[in-house]
Protein backbone atom coordinates (compact mmCIF):
# COMPACT_ATOMS: atom_id res chain seq x y z
CA UNK A 1 0.00 0.00 0.00
CA UNK A 2 1.40 3.16 -1.10
CA UNK A 3 2.55 5.56 2.43
CA UNK A 4 0.39 8.55 0.74
CA UNK A 5 -2.94 5.82 0.89
CA UNK A 6 -1.43 4.70 4.36
CA UNK A 7 -1.32 8.29 5.42
CA UNK A 8 -4.53 9.40 4.35
CA UNK A 9 -6.27 6.68 5.83
CA UNK A 10 -4.74 6.89 8.91
CA UNK A 11 -5.81 10.60 9.28
CA UNK A 12 -9.32 9.94 8.38
CA UNK A 13 -11.59 9.01 11.74
CA UNK A 14 -12.27 5.42 12.33
CA UNK A 15 -15.65 5.22 14.01
CA UNK A 16 -14.57 2.78 16.63
CA UNK A 17 -16.49 -0.16 16.90
CA UNK A 18 -19.06 -0.38 19.79
CA UNK A 19 -17.39 -4.00 20.67
CA UNK A 20 -13.74 -2.55 21.67
CA UNK A 21 -15.07 0.08 24.33
CA UNK A 22 -16.82 -0.44 27.56
CA UNK A 23 -19.97 1.79 27.97
CA UNK A 24 -20.10 5.13 28.59
CA UNK A 25 -16.69 5.47 27.26
CA UNK A 26 -16.86 6.07 23.66
CA UNK A 27 -14.00 8.59 22.05
CA UNK A 28 -15.28 12.37 21.53
CA UNK A 29 -13.57 14.91 19.60
CA UNK A 30 -12.90 16.80 23.06
CA UNK A 31 -10.61 14.08 24.37
CA UNK A 32 -8.34 14.32 21.24
CA UNK A 33 -6.67 17.23 21.53
CA UNK A 34 -5.00 17.77 18.59
CA UNK A 35 -1.73 19.34 19.98
CA UNK A 36 0.86 17.82 21.98
CA UNK A 37 1.26 20.40 24.59
CA UNK A 38 -2.37 19.27 26.34
CA UNK A 39 -2.55 15.72 27.49
CA UNK A 40 -5.50 15.26 29.39
CA UNK A 41 -6.27 12.72 26.20
CA UNK A 42 -3.60 10.09 28.11
CA UNK A 43 -4.79 10.77 32.08
CA UNK A 44 -8.04 8.80 31.42
CA UNK A 45 -7.57 5.54 29.49
CA UNK A 46 -10.27 4.10 27.46
CA UNK A 47 -11.42 0.21 28.81
CA UNK A 48 -11.34 -1.79 25.63
CA UNK A 49 -13.97 -4.40 26.16
CA UNK A 50 -12.21 -7.11 24.12
CA UNK A 51 -11.13 -10.14 26.37
CA UNK A 52 -8.14 -11.59 26.43
CA UNK A 53 -9.00 -15.12 26.64
CA UNK A 54 -5.58 -16.81 25.67
CA UNK A 55 -2.50 -16.39 27.44
CA UNK A 56 -1.05 -19.88 27.70
CA UNK A 57 1.09 -21.60 25.33
CA UNK A 58 -0.38 -23.34 22.33
CA UNK A 59 1.67 -26.67 21.88
CA UNK A 60 0.36 -29.31 19.84
CA UNK A 61 -2.88 -27.75 19.12
CA UNK A 62 -3.74 -27.58 22.92
CA UNK A 63 -3.24 -24.61 25.36
CA UNK A 64 -1.18 -25.80 27.81
CA UNK A 65 0.40 -23.73 31.00
CA UNK A 66 4.53 -23.52 31.45
CA UNK A 67 5.99 -26.55 32.26
CA UNK A 68 7.92 -24.16 35.35
CA UNK A 69 3.81 -22.80 35.86
CA UNK A 70 5.45 -19.28 35.70
CA UNK A 71 3.60 -16.36 34.37
CA UNK A 72 4.56 -12.93 33.74
CA UNK A 73 2.94 -9.73 33.02
CA UNK A 74 2.08 -8.21 29.98
CA UNK A 75 1.71 -4.22 30.42
CA UNK A 76 -0.97 -1.77 28.94
CA UNK A 77 1.65 1.05 27.90
CA UNK A 78 -0.73 3.42 28.52
CA UNK A 79 -0.95 3.01 31.69
CA UNK A 80 2.20 0.26 32.99
CA UNK A 81 -0.71 -1.52 34.60
CA UNK A 82 -1.37 -5.57 34.09
CA UNK A 83 -3.38 -6.73 30.90
CA UNK A 84 -2.82 -9.87 31.64
CA UNK A 85 -0.25 -12.71 33.42
CA UNK A 86 0.89 -15.11 30.61
CA UNK A 87 2.42 -18.44 30.74
CA UNK A 88 6.12 -18.03 30.38
CA UNK A 89 7.80 -20.66 28.61
CA UNK A 90 11.57 -21.55 29.23
CA UNK A 91 13.51 -23.93 27.15
CA UNK A 92 11.34 -27.21 28.51
CA UNK A 93 8.44 -25.74 27.41
CA UNK A 94 10.73 -25.18 23.67
CA UNK A 95 11.75 -28.77 23.93
CA UNK A 96 8.22 -30.15 24.08
CA UNK A 97 7.52 -27.31 21.34
CA UNK A 98 9.98 -28.53 19.14
CA UNK A 99 8.61 -32.14 20.08
CA UNK A 100 5.48 -31.25 18.80
CA UNK A 101 6.46 -29.42 15.74
CA UNK A 102 9.36 -32.33 14.92
CA UNK A 103 6.67 -34.63 15.08
CA UNK A 104 4.39 -32.63 12.66
CA UNK A 105 6.73 -32.58 10.41
CA UNK A 106 7.93 -36.08 10.64
CA UNK A 107 4.71 -37.89 10.78
CA UNK A 108 1.80 -35.59 10.11
CA UNK A 109 -0.29 -34.74 7.20
CA UNK A 110 1.04 -31.00 7.03
CA UNK A 111 3.74 -31.59 4.49
CA UNK A 112 2.39 -34.46 3.10
CA UNK A 113 -1.15 -32.83 2.16
CA UNK A 114 -1.28 -31.49 -1.53
CA UNK A 115 -0.56 -27.80 -1.52
CA UNK A 116 -3.76 -26.77 -2.89
CA UNK A 117 -5.07 -28.50 0.63
CA UNK A 118 -2.86 -26.27 2.59
CA UNK A 119 -3.77 -23.28 0.70
CA UNK A 120 -7.66 -23.91 1.05
CA UNK A 121 -6.50 -24.03 5.37
CA UNK A 122 -4.79 -20.42 4.69
CA UNK A 123 -7.69 -18.84 3.08
CA UNK A 124 -9.68 -20.02 5.64
CA UNK A 125 -7.84 -18.84 8.03
CA UNK A 126 -7.59 -15.12 6.25
CA UNK A 127 -11.11 -15.02 6.41
CA UNK A 128 -11.54 -15.75 10.12
CA UNK A 129 -9.18 -13.45 10.79
CA UNK A 130 -11.40 -11.21 8.73
CA UNK A 131 -14.16 -11.62 10.45
CA UNK A 132 -12.51 -10.80 13.59
CA UNK A 133 -10.76 -8.08 13.08
CA UNK A 134 -11.92 -6.04 16.22
CA UNK A 135 -11.21 -8.35 18.70
CA UNK A 136 -7.19 -9.08 16.49
CA UNK A 137 -6.67 -5.12 16.31
CA UNK A 138 -7.70 -4.55 19.99
CA UNK A 139 -5.79 -7.03 21.26
CA UNK A 140 -3.07 -4.98 19.36
CA UNK A 141 -3.05 -2.08 20.38
CA UNK A 142 -3.77 -2.61 24.26
CA UNK A 143 -0.50 -4.89 24.27
CA UNK A 144 1.54 -2.60 21.99
CA UNK A 145 -0.06 0.95 21.68
CA UNK A 146 -0.11 1.65 18.64
CA UNK A 147 -3.70 3.51 17.15
CA UNK A 148 -6.47 1.23 16.79
CA UNK A 149 -7.32 3.03 13.36
CA UNK A 150 -3.77 1.43 12.43
CA UNK A 151 -4.15 -1.81 13.81
CA UNK A 152 -8.01 -2.23 12.30
CA UNK A 153 -7.21 -0.19 8.91
CA UNK A 154 -3.49 -1.09 8.06
CA UNK A 155 -1.88 -3.90 9.88
CA UNK A 156 -5.01 -6.09 9.92
CA UNK A 157 -5.66 -6.08 6.32
CA UNK A 158 -2.39 -6.04 5.44
CA UNK A 159 -1.99 -9.94 7.74
CA UNK A 160 -4.63 -10.91 6.11
CA UNK A 161 -3.40 -9.94 2.66
CA UNK A 162 -0.02 -11.77 3.37
CA UNK A 163 -1.75 -14.88 4.12
CA UNK A 164 -3.69 -15.07 1.27
CA UNK A 165 -0.83 -13.99 -0.77
CA UNK A 166 1.06 -17.25 0.39
CA UNK A 167 -1.87 -19.39 0.30
CA UNK A 168 -1.43 -18.57 -3.40
CA UNK A 169 2.44 -19.50 -3.72
CA UNK A 170 1.44 -23.00 -1.80
CA UNK A 171 0.47 -24.72 -5.43
CA UNK A 172 2.67 -22.78 -7.43
CA UNK A 173 6.02 -23.99 -5.83
CA UNK A 174 8.07 -26.42 -8.05
CA UNK A 175 11.57 -27.21 -8.92
CA UNK A 176 13.11 -27.60 -12.55
CA UNK A 177 14.30 -29.83 -15.16
CA UNK A 178 18.16 -29.31 -15.46
CA UNK A 179 19.72 -29.96 -18.73
CA UNK A 180 23.38 -31.06 -17.13
CA UNK A 181 25.65 -32.83 -19.84
CA UNK A 182 25.69 -36.69 -19.96
CA UNK A 183 22.65 -39.03 -20.01
CA UNK A 184 20.87 -38.28 -17.30
CA UNK A 185 17.68 -36.84 -16.35
CA UNK A 186 18.24 -34.15 -13.78
CA UNK A 187 15.16 -32.48 -11.67
CA UNK A 188 15.22 -30.70 -8.74
CA UNK A 189 12.73 -31.01 -5.79
CA UNK A 190 11.53 -27.95 -3.78
CA UNK A 191 10.95 -29.61 -0.49
CA UNK A 192 10.00 -27.53 2.57
CA UNK A 193 13.20 -27.17 5.12
CA UNK A 194 11.70 -28.90 8.31
CA UNK A 195 11.10 -27.43 11.71
CA UNK A 196 11.32 -23.46 11.93
CA UNK A 197 11.97 -21.66 14.78
CA UNK A 198 10.98 -18.22 14.51
CA UNK A 199 11.55 -15.39 16.95
CA UNK A 200 9.60 -12.20 16.61
CA UNK A 201 9.85 -8.75 18.08
CA UNK A 202 7.14 -6.10 19.53
CA UNK A 203 7.27 -3.34 16.63
CA UNK A 204 4.69 -5.19 14.65
CA UNK A 205 3.62 -8.42 16.73
CA UNK A 206 1.02 -9.43 13.71
CA UNK A 207 3.18 -8.53 10.98
CA UNK A 208 5.99 -10.00 11.97
CA UNK A 209 3.86 -13.30 12.77
CA UNK A 210 2.52 -12.94 9.18
CA UNK A 211 6.16 -12.79 7.37
CA UNK A 212 7.02 -15.61 8.56
CA UNK A 213 4.68 -17.86 9.58
CA UNK A 214 3.08 -17.14 5.85
CA UNK A 215 5.67 -18.64 3.83
CA UNK A 216 6.53 -20.92 6.44
CA UNK A 217 3.41 -22.79 6.13
CA UNK A 218 2.92 -22.46 2.79
CA UNK A 219 6.20 -24.13 2.06
CA UNK A 220 4.88 -27.48 4.29
CA UNK A 221 6.66 -26.45 7.09
CA UNK A 222 6.06 -26.76 10.94
CA UNK A 223 6.79 -24.59 13.23
CA UNK A 224 7.75 -23.10 17.07
CA UNK A 225 7.49 -19.38 17.67
CA UNK A 226 8.60 -17.55 20.09
CA UNK A 227 6.82 -14.08 21.03
CA UNK A 228 8.28 -10.80 22.07
CA UNK A 229 7.43 -11.09 25.60
CA UNK A 230 6.11 -7.24 25.86
CA UNK A 231 3.44 -8.00 22.97
CA UNK A 232 2.48 -11.84 23.41
CA UNK A 233 -1.50 -11.70 22.90
CA UNK A 234 -2.15 -11.11 19.36
CA UNK A 235 -0.16 -14.32 18.00
CA UNK A 236 -1.52 -16.68 20.36
CA UNK A 237 -5.39 -15.71 19.43
CA UNK A 238 -4.59 -15.96 15.79
CA UNK A 239 -2.54 -18.75 15.97
CA UNK A 240 -6.57 -20.22 17.79
CA UNK A 241 -8.23 -18.59 14.32
CA UNK A 242 -5.33 -20.82 12.35
CA UNK A 243 -6.28 -24.10 14.45
CA UNK A 244 -10.34 -23.25 13.53
CA UNK A 245 -9.47 -23.31 10.08
CA UNK A 246 -8.41 -26.85 9.86
CA UNK A 247 -4.80 -26.78 10.92
CA UNK A 248 -3.50 -29.94 12.36
CA UNK A 249 -1.97 -30.17 15.71
CA UNK A 250 1.79 -29.34 16.12
CA UNK A 251 2.41 -27.59 12.87
CA UNK A 252 2.39 -24.31 14.46
CA UNK A 253 3.29 -23.88 18.31
CA UNK A 254 3.88 -20.48 20.21
CA UNK A 255 5.73 -20.09 23.11
CA UNK A 256 5.66 -16.86 24.97
CA UNK A 257 8.70 -15.83 27.35
CA UNK A 258 11.73 -14.31 27.77
CA UNK A 259 14.76 -14.29 24.90
CA UNK A 260 17.74 -15.62 26.98
CA UNK A 261 15.90 -18.11 28.19
CA UNK A 262 12.76 -19.24 25.33
CA UNK A 263 14.33 -17.27 22.33
CA UNK A 264 17.82 -18.56 23.39
CA UNK A 265 16.96 -22.41 23.38
CA UNK A 266 15.14 -22.08 20.61
CA UNK A 267 18.17 -20.70 18.53
CA UNK A 268 20.82 -23.15 19.67
CA UNK A 269 17.95 -26.59 19.37
CA UNK A 270 19.46 -29.20 17.66
CA UNK A 271 15.80 -30.24 16.38
CA UNK A 272 15.03 -26.93 14.36
CA UNK A 273 16.03 -27.13 11.12
CA UNK A 274 15.87 -23.24 10.38
CA UNK A 275 15.70 -20.26 12.21
CA UNK A 276 13.88 -16.64 11.21
CA UNK A 277 14.83 -13.82 13.87
CA UNK A 278 14.12 -10.31 13.67
CA UNK A 279 14.73 -7.64 16.52
CA UNK A 280 17.92 -5.93 17.40
CA UNK A 281 21.22 -6.36 15.65
CA UNK A 282 23.46 -7.58 19.07
CA UNK A 283 20.24 -10.22 19.74
CA UNK A 284 20.52 -11.07 15.95
CA UNK A 285 24.36 -11.91 16.61
CA UNK A 286 23.50 -13.78 19.92
CA UNK A 287 20.59 -15.96 17.77
CA UNK A 288 23.23 -16.60 14.97
CA UNK A 289 26.37 -17.66 16.93
CA UNK A 290 24.02 -20.16 18.82
CA UNK A 291 22.61 -21.44 15.33
CA UNK A 292 26.26 -22.05 14.27
CA UNK A 293 27.42 -23.87 17.37
CA UNK A 294 24.72 -25.97 17.85
CA UNK A 295 23.33 -27.37 14.59
CA UNK A 296 24.44 -24.85 11.72
CA UNK A 297 20.90 -24.21 11.31
CA UNK A 298 20.19 -21.23 8.33
CA UNK A 299 19.32 -18.13 10.12
CA UNK A 300 17.14 -15.11 8.11
CA UNK A 301 18.31 -11.93 10.46
CA UNK A 302 15.44 -8.68 10.12
CA UNK A 303 17.65 -6.29 12.51
CA UNK A 304 18.04 -2.75 13.11
CA UNK A 305 18.19 0.06 11.03
CA UNK A 306 18.96 3.93 10.71
CA UNK A 307 17.48 4.82 7.62
CA UNK A 308 18.70 7.87 5.25
CA UNK A 309 15.80 10.07 4.23
CA UNK A 310 16.71 12.28 1.49
CA UNK A 311 15.27 15.54 0.16
CA UNK A 312 16.68 16.63 -2.61
CA UNK A 313 17.11 20.41 -3.94
CA UNK A 314 14.33 20.15 -6.16
CA UNK A 315 11.87 18.11 -4.20
CA UNK A 316 8.19 19.68 -3.15
CA UNK A 317 8.92 20.69 0.20
CA UNK A 318 5.28 20.33 1.40
CA UNK A 319 4.57 16.81 0.02
CA UNK A 320 8.17 15.53 1.64
CA UNK A 321 7.95 17.25 4.95
CA UNK A 322 5.04 15.33 5.31
CA UNK A 323 6.37 12.16 3.85
CA UNK A 324 9.50 12.66 6.39
CA UNK A 325 6.83 13.12 8.97
CA UNK A 326 5.24 10.07 7.89
CA UNK A 327 8.99 7.97 7.51
CA UNK A 328 9.98 8.69 10.95
CA UNK A 329 6.76 8.95 13.42
CA UNK A 330 4.55 6.24 12.16
CA UNK A 331 4.37 3.46 14.68
CA UNK A 332 5.68 6.08 17.51
CA UNK A 333 8.75 5.61 15.72
CA UNK A 334 9.32 1.97 16.57
CA UNK A 335 10.13 1.33 12.91
CA UNK A 336 13.22 -0.88 12.12
CA UNK A 337 13.34 1.46 8.84
CA UNK A 338 11.77 4.34 10.11
CA UNK A 339 13.80 7.44 8.04
CA UNK A 340 15.34 8.61 11.21
CA UNK A 341 18.07 10.55 9.30
CA UNK A 342 16.49 13.25 7.60
CA UNK A 343 19.39 14.70 5.19
CA UNK A 344 17.72 18.08 3.65
CA UNK A 345 19.26 19.67 0.48
CA UNK A 346 21.05 23.67 1.96
CA UNK A 347 18.62 25.31 -0.63
CA UNK A 348 15.13 23.54 1.06
CA UNK A 349 16.84 23.19 4.43
CA UNK A 350 15.39 26.38 6.38
CA UNK A 351 11.72 26.05 4.57
CA UNK A 352 11.71 22.62 5.60
CA UNK A 353 12.62 22.57 8.94
CA UNK A 354 10.30 25.21 9.80
CA UNK A 355 7.52 23.16 8.34
CA UNK A 356 8.93 19.93 10.38
CA UNK A 357 8.95 21.51 13.40
CA UNK A 358 5.04 22.84 12.71
CA UNK A 359 3.97 19.41 11.92
CA UNK A 360 5.56 17.31 14.54
CA UNK A 361 3.76 20.45 16.75
CA UNK A 362 0.66 19.47 15.46
CA UNK A 363 1.09 15.39 15.53
CA UNK A 364 -1.88 14.16 17.84
CA UNK A 365 -0.60 12.53 20.61
CA UNK A 366 -3.62 10.43 22.54
CA UNK A 367 -4.98 7.23 23.92
CA UNK A 368 -4.41 4.53 20.77
CA UNK A 369 -8.22 3.91 20.98
CA UNK A 370 -9.48 7.08 20.47
CA UNK A 371 -10.62 8.19 16.72
CA UNK A 372 -8.12 10.59 14.73
CA UNK A 373 -4.98 9.83 16.93
CA UNK A 374 -1.92 9.80 15.55
CA UNK A 375 0.13 8.92 18.09
CA UNK A 376 0.18 6.31 21.07
CA UNK A 377 2.64 5.32 23.75
CA UNK A 378 6.44 3.47 23.25
CA UNK A 379 6.13 0.28 24.31
CA UNK A 380 6.73 0.39 27.74
CA UNK A 381 8.81 1.73 30.34
CA UNK A 382 12.61 0.30 28.84
CA UNK A 383 11.91 1.88 25.33
CA UNK A 384 10.17 4.93 27.10
CA UNK A 385 13.97 5.79 29.45
CA UNK A 386 15.85 4.89 26.60
CA UNK A 387 14.47 7.65 24.07
CA UNK A 388 14.34 9.98 26.64
CA UNK A 389 18.35 9.19 27.27
CA UNK A 390 18.84 9.92 23.63
CA UNK A 391 16.77 13.35 23.59
CA UNK A 392 19.05 14.14 26.51
CA UNK A 393 22.44 12.76 24.46
CA UNK A 394 20.75 14.79 21.68
CA UNK A 395 20.47 17.85 23.58
CA UNK A 396 24.13 17.79 25.24
CA UNK A 397 25.86 16.84 22.20
CA UNK A 398 24.68 20.07 20.70
CA UNK A 399 21.94 19.38 18.07
CA UNK A 400 18.85 22.24 18.65
CA UNK A 401 15.79 21.01 20.06
CA UNK A 402 12.66 22.52 17.57
CA UNK A 403 10.14 20.08 18.81
CA UNK A 404 9.26 18.04 21.62
CA UNK A 405 11.81 16.67 23.70
CA UNK A 406 10.00 15.75 26.75
CA UNK A 407 7.92 12.67 28.29
CA UNK A 408 3.90 13.71 27.34
CA UNK A 409 1.10 13.74 30.00
CA UNK A 410 2.21 12.16 33.16
CA UNK A 411 0.64 8.42 32.73
CA UNK A 412 2.23 5.59 30.56
CA UNK A 413 5.06 5.96 28.14
CA UNK A 414 4.34 8.67 25.96
CA UNK A 415 6.62 10.76 24.47
CA UNK A 416 6.40 13.87 22.74
CA UNK A 417 7.31 14.42 18.97
CA UNK A 418 10.75 15.63 18.76
CA UNK A 419 12.68 17.34 16.54
CA UNK A 420 16.06 18.16 15.95
CA UNK A 421 17.73 20.51 13.50
CA UNK A 422 21.67 20.92 13.15
CA UNK A 423 22.14 17.24 13.49
CA UNK A 424 26.04 16.25 13.27
CA UNK A 425 26.96 12.31 11.30
CA UNK A 426 29.04 11.97 14.66
CA UNK A 427 26.17 12.33 17.00
CA UNK A 428 24.92 9.34 18.89
CA UNK A 429 21.78 10.38 17.97
CA UNK A 430 22.77 10.16 13.98
CA UNK A 431 24.58 6.84 14.59
CA UNK A 432 22.19 4.64 17.18
CA UNK A 433 18.63 3.61 16.17
CA UNK A 434 16.60 5.49 18.76
CA UNK A 435 13.27 3.56 17.90
CA UNK A 436 11.01 6.55 19.50
CA UNK A 437 9.27 9.65 17.83
CA UNK A 438 12.42 11.59 17.22
CA UNK A 439 13.80 13.22 14.46
CA UNK A 440 17.14 14.22 13.70
CA UNK A 441 17.35 16.70 10.14
CA UNK A 442 21.15 17.06 8.64
CA UNK A 443 21.98 19.65 5.78
CA UNK A 444 23.89 18.79 2.34
CA UNK A 445 25.32 20.29 0.02
CA UNK A 446 26.09 17.72 -2.65
CA UNK A 447 24.48 14.70 -4.06
CA UNK A 448 27.72 12.47 -4.10
CA UNK A 449 28.60 14.03 -0.41
CA UNK A 450 24.49 12.78 1.04
CA UNK A 451 25.84 9.68 -0.48
CA UNK A 452 28.65 9.08 1.15
CA UNK A 453 27.20 10.70 4.29
CA UNK A 454 23.99 8.06 4.04
CA UNK A 455 26.21 4.95 3.61
CA UNK A 456 28.55 5.88 6.67
CA UNK A 457 26.51 3.48 8.86
CA UNK A 458 27.06 0.19 9.87
CA UNK A 459 22.87 -0.73 9.11
CA UNK A 460 21.70 -0.99 5.20
CA UNK A 461 18.04 -1.62 5.76
CA UNK A 462 15.80 1.00 3.89
CA UNK A 463 16.52 4.68 2.67
CA UNK A 464 14.15 7.68 0.96
CA UNK A 465 14.53 9.46 -1.95
CA UNK A 466 12.58 12.66 -2.59
CA UNK A 467 12.96 14.59 -5.42
CA UNK A 468 11.56 15.67 -8.94
CA UNK A 469 14.31 14.93 -11.04
CA UNK A 470 14.51 10.98 -12.32
CA UNK A 471 18.21 10.98 -13.08
CA UNK A 472 18.75 12.09 -9.38
CA UNK A 473 16.51 9.19 -8.42
CA UNK A 474 18.62 6.70 -10.64
CA UNK A 475 21.60 7.91 -9.22
CA UNK A 476 21.04 7.23 -5.73
CA UNK A 477 18.93 4.18 -5.95
CA UNK A 478 21.85 2.38 -7.26
CA UNK A 479 24.77 4.06 -5.02
CA UNK A 480 22.24 3.49 -1.33
CA UNK A 481 23.69 0.21 0.04
CA UNK A 482 20.03 -0.57 1.50
CA UNK A 483 17.44 -3.39 1.15
CA UNK A 484 14.79 -0.91 -0.04
CA UNK A 485 14.61 2.35 -1.63
CA UNK A 486 11.53 4.78 -1.92
CA UNK A 487 11.18 7.65 -4.19
CA UNK A 488 9.11 9.90 -3.44
CA UNK A 489 6.82 7.41 -0.70
CA UNK A 490 7.90 5.54 2.38
CA UNK A 491 6.81 2.50 4.05
CA UNK A 492 5.08 0.58 0.90
CA UNK A 493 4.66 -3.27 2.36
CA UNK A 494 2.99 -4.90 0.11
CA UNK A 495 2.99 -8.07 0.52
CA UNK A 496 4.81 -8.99 -2.64
CA UNK A 497 8.00 -6.80 -2.11
CA UNK A 498 10.87 -8.16 -0.77
CA UNK A 499 12.35 -6.64 2.33
CA UNK A 500 15.73 -7.06 3.90
CA UNK A 501 19.11 -5.51 5.30
CA UNK A 502 22.04 -5.08 3.57
CA UNK A 503 25.41 -5.19 5.76
CA UNK A 504 24.45 -5.69 10.03
CA UNK A 505 20.61 -4.54 9.32
CA UNK A 506 20.20 -8.51 8.20
CA UNK A 507 20.38 -11.42 5.99
CA UNK A 508 18.02 -12.98 3.39
CA UNK A 509 14.65 -11.23 2.42
CA UNK A 510 11.07 -11.87 3.91
CA UNK A 511 7.81 -11.26 2.06
CA UNK A 512 7.57 -11.78 -1.93
CA UNK A 513 8.39 -14.86 -3.85
CA UNK A 514 11.78 -14.17 -2.14
CA UNK A 515 10.67 -15.32 1.23
CA UNK A 516 9.63 -18.58 -0.14
CA UNK A 517 13.85 -20.09 -0.35
CA UNK A 518 14.37 -18.90 3.35
CA UNK A 519 11.76 -22.25 4.02
CA UNK A 520 12.61 -24.57 1.07
CA UNK A 521 15.15 -27.10 0.69
CA UNK A 522 16.37 -27.48 -2.97
CA UNK A 523 17.48 -30.86 -3.89
CA UNK A 524 18.92 -32.30 -6.98
CA UNK A 525 17.76 -35.77 -8.76
CA UNK A 526 19.55 -37.38 -10.93
CA UNK A 527 18.58 -40.59 -13.39
CA UNK A 528 20.34 -42.26 -15.69
CA UNK A 529 18.60 -42.00 -18.89
CA UNK A 530 19.21 -44.94 -21.47
CA UNK A 531 19.01 -44.50 -25.25
CA UNK A 532 16.65 -41.44 -24.69
CA UNK A 533 14.75 -39.75 -27.57
CA UNK A 534 16.78 -36.56 -26.92
CA UNK A 535 19.26 -34.80 -24.24
N1 LIG B 1 14.44 -4.55 13.50
C1 LIG B 1 13.33 -4.55 14.17
O1 LIG B 1 12.25 -4.79 13.63
C2 LIG B 1 13.37 -4.32 15.62
C3 LIG B 1 12.29 -4.72 16.36
C4 LIG B 1 12.30 -4.53 17.73
C5 LIG B 1 13.40 -3.94 18.31
N2 LIG B 1 14.43 -3.53 17.55
C6 LIG B 1 15.59 -2.86 18.15
O2 LIG B 1 15.99 -3.60 19.23
C7 LIG B 1 16.06 -2.78 20.40
C8 LIG B 1 15.73 -3.59 21.59
O3 LIG B 1 14.43 -4.13 21.48
P1 LIG B 1 14.15 -5.57 21.99
O4 LIG B 1 14.80 -5.69 23.32
O5 LIG B 1 12.74 -5.93 21.92
O6 LIG B 1 14.87 -6.40 20.84
P2 LIG B 1 15.48 -7.81 21.00
O7 LIG B 1 16.34 -8.06 19.83
O8 LIG B 1 16.07 -7.95 22.34
O9 LIG B 1 14.17 -8.74 20.96
C9 LIG B 1 13.62 -9.29 19.78
C10 LIG B 1 13.22 -10.73 20.07
O10 LIG B 1 14.38 -11.47 20.41
C11 LIG B 1 14.20 -12.14 21.64
N3 LIG B 1 15.49 -12.26 22.31
C12 LIG B 1 16.10 -11.37 23.13
N4 LIG B 1 17.27 -11.87 23.58
C13 LIG B 1 17.41 -13.10 23.02
C14 LIG B 1 18.40 -14.11 23.12
N5 LIG B 1 19.50 -13.96 23.87
N6 LIG B 1 18.22 -15.24 22.41
C15 LIG B 1 17.14 -15.42 21.65
N7 LIG B 1 16.15 -14.51 21.54
C16 LIG B 1 16.28 -13.34 22.21
C17 LIG B 1 13.20 -11.28 22.38
O11 LIG B 1 12.58 -12.01 23.41
C18 LIG B 1 12.27 -10.89 21.26
O12 LIG B 1 11.37 -11.94 20.99
C19 LIG B 1 15.07 -1.69 20.11
O13 LIG B 1 15.31 -0.56 20.84
C20 LIG B 1 15.29 -1.49 18.66
O14 LIG B 1 16.38 -0.66 18.44
C21 LIG B 1 14.45 -3.72 16.22
Not at 60 to 65: A, E, L, M, T
Not at 281 to 299: C, F, M, R, Y
Not at 311 to 331: G, Q, R, S, T
Request: aromatic fraction near 10%; proline fraction near 5%.
Amino acid sequence: MAARRISSLLSRSLASSPALLSKGRRPSGSRTTGKYSTSAAVEDPITPSVKVNYTQLLINGQFVDSVSGKTFPTLDPRTGEVIANVAEGDARDIDLAVSAARKAFDDGPWPRMTAYERSKILLRFADLVEKHADEVAALETWDNGKTYEQSAKLEVPMFVRLFRYYAGWADKIHGLTVPADGSYHVQTLHEPIGVAGQIIPWNFPLLMFAWKVGPALACGNTIVLKTAEQTPLSAIYVAKLLHEAGLPAGVLNIVSGYGPTAGAALASHMEVDKLAFTGSTETGQIVLELAAKSNLKPVTLELGGKSPFIVCEDADVDKAVEMAHFALFFNQGQCCCAGSRTFVHEKVYDEFLEKSRKRAANRVVGDPFLGGIEQGPQVDGEQFKKILRYIKSGIEGGATLEAGGERFGSKGYYVQPTVFSNVKDDMTIAQEEIFGPVQTILKYKEVEEVIRRANASRYGLAAGVFTQNIDTANRLTRALRVGSVWINCFDIFDAAIPFGGYKMSGHGREKGIYSLSNYLQVKAVVTPLNNPAWL
